[in-house]
């Protein structure tokens, strides 16, 4: 069992830039990917990027390469989001979750742990 706890989420202009965090409760296995979803007003929850813990190789998707980096920090069991140039389309809940698998996966299901989420509001 890991527990996932975020924060960093708030209410930001568009343009702007955000850092979420997620602390995890113990030690995250060398054979884990770590993952931040995000579900929108009305929408399904998707993928936004991954990253495998042991060598930090990251995916991002598409619809926010180039202003959205997953990073992590060993030492500490965290994974972080840096989220710049946000958009009103940005806005969403953000969920961090754990997957005890090496490889990505942009299925839900695929994660066994998540955190409870937190808000990211863009305004125009």
């Known amino acids: 069992q890991v527990q996932l706890v975020e924060s960093g989420g708030g209410l930001v202009q568009a343009g702007g830039s955000l850092r979420l965090s997620c602390a995890a409760s113990r030690r995250i296995f060398s054979n884990y990917n770590m993952a931040w979803f995000r579900q929108g007003p009305g929408k399904e929850r998707e993928l936004v990027a991954s990253?495998?813990?042991?060598?930090?190789?990251?995916h991002v998707e598409y619809s926010v390469r180039g202003r959205f980096t997953i990073s992590r920090e060993e030492g500490q069991n965290t994974v972080s989001l840096l989220m710049n140039n946000l958009k009103p389309d940005d806005t969403a809940v953000y969920y961090c979750?754990?997957?005890?698998?090496?490889?990505?996966?942009?299925?839900?299901?695929?994660?066994?742990?998540w955190g409870q989420g937190t808000q990211v509001t863009v305004s125009s």
């Open positions: 990253i495998r813990w042991s060598t930090g190789d990251t």
């Open positions: 979750a754990a997957r005890p698998r090496p490889w990505h996966s942009v299925l839900v299901a695929d994660y066994d742990y």
